[in-house]
């Protein structure tokens, strides 16, 4: 399983790029992994505010349905419109092909609060 | 938690485990999907050692059989396996199992796993209250693993390991033969709707047997398949699950199982109340829902015919053959009209979805 060192990470298996204006969303390895099969994805449209640790979309795979959360309050700025086409990118490229949203955040330094690598697989080892 | 004889090697083929029914079972090995694809192209190894099993032996097992299922138990010949069910009075169901007769005194239930003890139980009571002698009850759960070869190269795997004459086997039939040696019940059963046969066997060879079916079968495109695959597989069919089509809230009438009921057959547990529901009529249908919209219907998502609620999904998945969200709902009858256009309450939304035939997949 891979964790990039470049991404942070929430204890909801969310992973986040910050960038200087956008942040980019979508689920980890160890997240696609225990879902299994992923069939479906539901995002929010443009425009829409999202909250920090409220759900914003939904995944779902053969079997369950799961939500998946914000990382940091802002504005969605653009979705992965081929997503709800191959929602399989989700296992197959989750760090690329799977991203989900796009967020301009309320404020940046909110991303300080998440995990870098090393604290997600402590994380990740705590939980299994 | 309870162990089949073939945990071990799941957990070596770095199977996904669960809790079912109070057993440690294989969710999934490779991915739900693949199991689900490989089974209606190739072949899938399922272990169903769960699965329960009560024999019922004596001058008048067939009498007692009459008066505790619902479907025609006299129908059957040696060799021959029937779908049928247990019935409370007041026609909810304990159970739905698949009956064996070896011969007019010696017949075999397989029943759900997790109903296991509560079907025993009941069967037993059921027994002393009908006053019929000469008849025993044993259940023989323990003495029987499971493991379900299935899909359209299930014969192809299994002759190379029997000299059974497998094409004499004819659908809901069985025979005493050898595999690899080891003397089973072949059952040409399943619960997938793509073919093959379930081995009833001494737990202590499964292990075995399972190797030597996965290694002739690989070549073939075999693979184990988990419960994952195995609830994808039969949905598409439109097979119904107890504890979801049915229970013992459910008759068998509303669950568009009455194919099972065999009212004019003589008394049984349950027929006055199934007898009085078709006359009056039954008050909710079972019917298939494909979505039109995208979206996946799930187990306890509302049916709505315009503002009205008219039903509830039972049970539902993304079909894997046909990459569309479908689902069986339990629909008041007014409302269960084939084709008809109905919404699917999803979290916050409303889909279109249209009520169809099963099974989805042919």
């Known amino acids: 399983m891979e964790f990039p060192e470049e991404l942070k990470y ?12 956008l942040v980019t969303v979508g689920i980890s390895d160890f997240a696609q992994d225990a879902l299994g099969d992923v069939v479906f994805v539901e995002l929010p449209e443009v425009g829409t505010e999202v909250v920090a640790g409220k759900a914003f979309g939904v995944v779902e795979s053969v079997k369950a349905v799961s939500d998946v959360y914000a990382p940091l309050s802002g504005v969605v700025e653009d979705v992965n419109e081929e997503l709800p086409d191959t929602p399989e990118m989700v296992n197959t490229s989750p760090y690329d092909d799977g991203w989900m949203i796009k967020i301009r955040p309320t404020d940046n330094s909110d991303a300080d609060n998440l995990m870098d690598t090393e604290a997600y697989q402590a994380h990740i080892a705590e939980e299994k | 938690m309870q162990k089949t004889p073939l945990n071990q090697l799941h957990r070596d083929l770095g199977a996904r485990m669960v809790e079912f029914g109070g057993w440690d079972m294989p969710v999934q090995y490779a991915g739900v999907i693949e199991e689900h694809l490989a089974v209606r192209q190739a072949a899938g190894l399922f272990d169903v050692s769960h699965m329960g099993e009560v024999e019922v032996v004596g001058e008048n097992a067939l009498a007692f059989l009459q008066y505790l299922t619902t479907n025609n138990a006299a129908r059957l010949v040696d060799g021959q396996v029937q779908y049928s069910a247990l019935c409370y009075p007041d026609g909810g169901v304990v159970d739905d199992v698949t009956l064996y007769r070896s011969s007019e005194q010696h017949f075999m239930f397989c029943v759900n796993a997790a109903n296991t003890d509560k079907d025993f139980a009941w069967m037993q009571q059921v027994l002393a209250d009908s006053q019929i002698e000469g008849v025993t009850l044993r259940n023989v759960s323990d003495d029987y693993a499971q493991i379900a070869l299935q899909g359209p190269k299930a014969d192809e795997i299994l002759a190379q390991l029997t000299d059974v004459p497998l094409e004499e086997i004819s659908y809901y039939h069985f025979v005493e033969g050898e595999v690899a040696g080891v003397p089973m019940m072949i059952s040409r059963t399943g619960y997938t709707g793509s073919g093959g046969f379930e081995l009833y066997l001494p737990p202590a060879t499964a292990p075995e047997i399972w ?132 919404e699917i309450g999803v979290r916050n939304r409303r889909l279109k979805a249209e009520l169809v035939r099963t099974p989805f997949v042919e």
């Open chain 1, 10 to 21: 929430t204890e909801d298996h969310e992973w986040v790029l910050v960038e200087e204006e």
């Open chain 2, 211 to 342: 190797q030597r079916l996965s290694e002739v079968g690989t070549p073939l495109g075999l693979v184990p398949v988990g419960l994952g695959a195995r609830d994808t597989l039969r949905l598409e069919k439109g097979y119904a699950l107890y504890g979801h089509e049915l229970s013992a809230e459910i008759s068998p009438l509303e669950a568009g199982l009455g194919w099972i009921v065999k009212l004019d057959k003589g008394d049984f547990v349950g027929r006055e109340a199934l007898q009085a529901q078709k006359s009056n009529g039954i008050p909710r249908r079972w019917v298939g829902v494909r979505m039109i919209d995208r979206g996946i219907p799930r187990e306890g998502y509302p049916v709505y015919a315009g503002d009205q609620q008219v039903g509830l999904i039972t049970s539902g998945t993304m079909s894997p053959s046909l990459k569309v969200g479908v689902g069986l709902a339990l629909v008041e009858t007014a409302s269960a009209v084939l084709h008809a256009e109905v």
